[in-house]
């Protein structure tokens, strides 16, 4: 059986629609599942070696005694093992071992003493392939270990293994799956509908046939019926068409070539205007007529010059084309009109020749603005992969120091066991000048990275509070001073506190620096009527040029001599991920006001 038109187009939209829902769905899924697997182990391996550091201090203390006893008093080693389980949603053990895989100590105190179970590791989790990945998690319920070796005097001593639940991990990723086979199954009842209205475009021309037989049988010959097609319905046509030429063949092929060329060229992207041998505009396509801010579309017998005027550079260089009888190409003109902003335009001109000269003539004008809307967007991909490039060094060179900063600091305090207080207060300050430091690298990396929120509910005015006070003793040797108004019956708003205090923090600093010779800096919070939490960060500062307000959250556009670009970018798209916006209101010499919206919880 030989399907119809209608059939034929219906089979193929769904088959295709099939397959590339269905690789959609591959790809996503993967995606998901790699990403899930891989963050949950770098998780387990992180907390690992912080019990592995941990483990190593205790037992470099343990003078006189048994390692195994050490370990097992240490407070804070048993601390860090219950820490771990709160740190990370998919941890659900954390255990040290001896070389015989007996627990010494456990996250849940009943399993010391006993035989540690054998576990398969994450490592071959995470060797298989993402889809096997999503199989192995949605099967059956497993624990996967993340196991780091503990040594003592150069000598195997135990290890450190932390357990990763692969139900926990299956939690995860279940919605996700679940949202995507139900897109997938939404997709073809959609397109079927798709293609029962485009076969329905199909059959249309048949029913044209049929009106064009009803008019050749009226007599009616003028409106032949305009066909290009291979199929039935071309060769039905190709002979009415033919019967039509035959009764009135000269008229028929103009009104054909006529309405044809015209609907090409009043869909043309770019303008198109004809001229005769008089330079006489003949034809102009819509786009023209808004491209140069003229009334061209009935202006068939005017002259160019007359429309728009002898000193007009198209004007002229239609003039140079016709002398010369050469074409003019890609002429920069800019078109001002009633726009504010004049439009650049290229131009190009065409003469028409035959053997007595110049006929006629074709004007083609492009409109610019979207190649360089395409021109910012490839820029725009280039900082981005510039900044990817940026986040690799600072991750290696920055980073990694920093780890070890942090972890000699500890051992120093460990071994000051009683130190004198200004030492004390120094070392403090110096961890908490490390700390702040490796939050700013990480809030640098999210910026290229995607970032998953860990959202919980916050009070806004404490956390407006909490970043003040950290930049209290930076706006004090400013003269900066800091005011608050906050609305103590503000709800709970939905967010993720360590990138929040980030980007409120760049918004405070950016206030701060913009009071040179000091001021103070308002922090408040309100809500609207229609329940919206606001927050407002007001200085008293400089101000924000009128022509610069567009352009401030753009990456790496800054005003100040040693800023980066990156501040309010990173506060624009953190703001951005917890589904709000920010909103910028400022005037030269009197201030500026950052407003950050919240989405009703």
């Excluded at 005027?309 to 002398?323: D, M, Y």
Aim: aromatic content about 4%.
């Amino acid at each position: 059986m030989t399907l119809g038109i209608r059939g034929k187009e219906i089979l193929g939209i769904s088959l295709l629609v099939f397959l590339i829902v269905s690789l959609a769905l591959v790809v996503h899924l993967s995606t998901t599942t790699h990403l899930v697997v891989q963050h949950a182990a770098e998780k387990g391996n992180l907390q690992a070696q912080q019990i592995f550091s941990g483990s190593t201090r205790v037992m470099s203390r343990a003078r006189g005694s048994r390692p195994e006893e050490a370990l097992h008093r240490d407070r804070e080693l048993r601390a860090l093992l219950d820490a771990a389980i709160g740190y990370s949603p998919h941890l659900v053990y954390a255990m040290i071992t001896d070389r015989s895989d007996t627990v010494l100590l456990h996250s849940q105190r009943s399993r010391e003493g006993h035989k540690a179970p054998s576990r398969p590791k994450i490592e071959q989790l995470l060797e298989m392939n993402p889809l096997r990945q999503l199989a192995v998690l949605a099967r059956q319920p497993q624990v996967f270990e993340t196991t780091l070796p503990l040594s003592l005097n150069d000598r195997p001593f135990g290890a450190i293994r932390l357990g990763l639940a692969g139900s926990l991990l299956w939690n995860e990723l279940s919605p996700a799956v679940r949202k995507s086979l139900l897109l997938a199954v939404l997709a073809f009842p959609l397109a079927w509908v798709v293609a029962f209205v485009l076969s329905n475009l199909v059959v249309a021309p048949l029913r044209q046939i049929a009106q064009g037989v009803d008019r050749m049988a009226r007599g009616e010959f003028d409106t032949p019926v305009a066909f290009d097609r291979h199929d039935e319905v071309g060769q039905i046509a190709a002979k009415l068409n033919l019967l039509g030429r035959q009764i009135q063949e000269d008229r028929s092929s103009l009104i054909n070539e006529k309405a044809r060329l015209e609907g090409i060229v009043h869909h043309l992207e770019d303008a198109l205007i004809l001229l005769n041998k008089e330079r006489a505009i003949i034809f102009a396509n819509p786009v023209a007529e808004a491209l140069l801010a003229r009334p061209l579309m009935n202006a068939a017998g005017q002259s160019l010059a007359h429309i728009l005027g002898e000193a007009h550079p198209l004007t002229e260089a239609v003039a140079e084309s016709f002398r010369r009888q050469q074409p003019v190409r890609n002429l920069t003109l800019q078109m001002g009109g009633d726009r504010d902003v004049p439009l650049d335009v290229l131009a190009s001109v065409y003469p028409v020749l035959d053997r007595d000269g110049v006929v006629g003539g074709m004007i083609l004008l492009k409109n610019t603005e979207p190649l360089r809307q395409i021109q910012s967007l490839v820029d725009y991909s280039r900082k981005l992969a510039d900044l990817g490039k940026l986040t690799s060094s600072v991750a290696h060179e920055i980073k990694n120091p920093l780890n070890a900063m942090i972890i000699h600091l500890e051992l120093l305090k460990q071994k000051l066991n009683d130190p004198p207080e200004e030492v004390a207060q120094s070392l403090a300050f110096l961890g908490g000048v490390v700390h702040r430091l490796d939050r700013v690298v990480q809030g640098f990396l999210r910026f290229v990275r995607p970032q998953t929120l860990e959202l919980r509910p916050l009070d806004l005015n404490t956390l407006l509070q909490e970043v003040a006070q950290t930049t209290d003793a930076q706006g004090a040797t400013r003269r900066i001073t800091f005011a608050f108004r906050l609305d103590d019956g503000l709800p709970l708003i939905n967010g993720d506190p360590e990138l929040l205090q980030q980007a409120f923090l760049n918004l405070i600093l950016n206030a701060c620096q913009a009071m040179p010779d000091g001021g103070t800096v308002t922090l408040a919070t309100d809500q609207t009527a229609e329940g919206v939490t606001r927050a407002h960060v007001i200085d008293q500062g400089i101000g924000i040029a009128a022509e610069d307000l567009d352009k401030i959250f753009r990456l790496y556009y800054t005003t100040k001599p040693d800023g980066n670009g990156i501040g309010l970018s990173l506060v624009y798209r953190i703001v951005q991920m917890h589904g709000g916006s920010v909103e910028v209101d400022s005037k030269i010499g009197q201030g500026t006001t950052m407003t950050v919206t919240f989405p009703i919880t």
